[in-house]
């Protein structure tokens, strides 16, 4: 990627800095004045970073430095998406169908539909053919102002088609303006061709997650932690090699029923808890206790036609609370990151401020990636867009209908 010159953007209504979340890194507690909303801001940029911020003319010694004027729109900070599944073939539109016909996930799952499907067809896409849709996919993304993806695999199941999953996601890293943060989720169901689920969960850990430390193809493995596909105890040794080879953890947790997911999730370290609709109280404080962050997923809730997560009570616990879209073929095929965090508003009772926070800095902490992302101060990947809103408050109440006019990632037009 090519490294930018300096230059200001000058003329912002409102610049969404985060700086006091930043300063204090603090996840929890967010109220208003956390979001550190610059009236009447300029934003200087140099070598793809953040180089200063401040109210009214930049100073005259900054005179001479190119400017881009922002004609009063709001600057956010790149959004992150930190759930998502970008990479499979196929469709599974009927499903909804089925869906709105009363049947549950688990029912279309059994009668051959859910993940297995997905599996089937991915398995026979090329490898070019998968490239191009997760490079579609991932470029929709940005659309809605997503400059950090997590994506993970999970539609391969199987060592050899998990490899080829993930080395197109890590080739789809190096083609898209965006940072993407790769997830080996090889646990995500028991493949229709694997001997035992035995047999299954050891090839994975004991051959797949080596080669992918070894190739250096992932940075965190998943499980879908979940009656009917992993028990927490299926997950133990997987996890715990994971550790063992220095990958982190993100766990799909208590989608469909309460299987102590949570509770797992906190014993393993996990970074993130993703999910979440029937967690316990119980569950929730021992996340908030190991610094889990809870990820809501609300467009898995609206399209799968579920319970959606209450955000209560992990702010109670006092977890950090992120948001993300969940984008996949079955569950949810929301792209649309701002429409998941109106969402999240809605029905899992964020705060606008909660909202914005949970898809930027309390997002990056997800990814461990607070201390170079989320948030737009010196120092900081100059990642960040800008909306023609007429303050920052009208983003949580536009409903996702508004796109950036520009996206920026490192300092580069991304858009
Ligand atoms: O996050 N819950 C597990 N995985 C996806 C859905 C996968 C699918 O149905 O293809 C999810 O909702
Ligand atoms: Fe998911």
């Known amino acids: 990627m090519q490294v930018s010159h300096s230059f200001i953007i000058d003329n912002i209504s409102e610049l969404i800095t985060m700086a006091p979340l930043q300063k204090e890194q603090r996840f929890t507690r967010i109220v208003a004045d956390d979001l550190g909303i610059i009236k009447d801001a300029w934003l200087e940029i140099a070598d793809g970073k953040v180089a200063a911020c401040g109210s009214g003319q930049p100073p005259g010694q900054k005179l001479g430095i190119p400017r881009i004027d922002a004609a009063r729109q709001i600057v956010f900070p790149g959004f992150i998406d930190a759930h998502c599944h970008p990479i499979f073939a196929g469709n599974r539109a009927g499903e909804f169908a089925q869906k709105l016909a009363g049947k549950t996930y688990q029912q279309i799952a059994a009668a051959g539909g859910g993940i297995q499907s997905t599996v089937r067809a991915t398995r026979n896409a090329s490898t070019s053919e998968l490239l191009e849709l997760t490079q579609t996919r991932l470029q929709r993304f940005l659309r809605h102002g997503v400059t950090t993806v997590e994506a993970k695999s999970g539609y391969g199941l199987g060592l050899d088609h998990e490899l080829r999953l993930l080395q197109v996601l890590r080739d789809a890293a190096q083609s898209t303006p965006q940072e993407i943060s790769v997830t080996c989720l090889a646990l995500h169901a028991v493949p229709f061709d694997a001997a035992s689920k035995d047999q299954f969960i050891d090839q994975i850990t004991n051959e797949l997650l080596p080669e992918v430390k070894r190739k250096g193809l992932a940075d965190w493995v998943d499980a879908f932690v979940e009656t009917g596909y992993f028990t927490p105890a299926d997950c133990d040794k997987y996890f715990t090699k994971a550790k063992d080879l220095g990958l982190g953890i993100r766990i799909h947790a208590d989608e469909f ?3 102590g997911a949570a509770a797992a999730a906190a014993n393993w ?8 609709q029937m967690t316990s109280d119980e569950g929730a404080a021992a996340m908030a206790a190991a610094g889990v962050v809870a ?5 898995t809730s609206l ?7 209450n955000a209560a009570r992990f702010k109670a616990a006092g977890c950090p609370i992120a948001v993300a879209t969940d984008f996949n073929p079955g569950s949810c095929v929301l792209d649309n990151i701002s429409l998941a965090a109106t969402l999240a508003a809605v029905h899992c009772g964020l705060s606008g401020s909660e909202a914005l926070a949970a898809v930027t800095w309390v997002a990056a902490r997800s990814l461990r990636l607070e201390h ?26 536009d409903l996702g209908r508004t796109l950036p006019s520009a996206v920026y990632r490192r300092g580069n037009r991304a858009d």
């Open 257 to 259: 029923l309460d299987s």
């Open 269 to 276: 370290q996990a970074a993130s808890a993703d999910h979440l």
């Open 295 to 299: 990820i809501l997923l609300p467009g």
């Open 303 to 309: 399209y799968s036609k579920i319970p959606y997560t």
């Open 372 to 397: 170079r992302k989320g948030a737009l101060v010196p120092g900081f990947d100059a990642d960040f867009s800008l909306f023609a809103l007429g303050s920052a408050d009208e983003w949580i109440a």
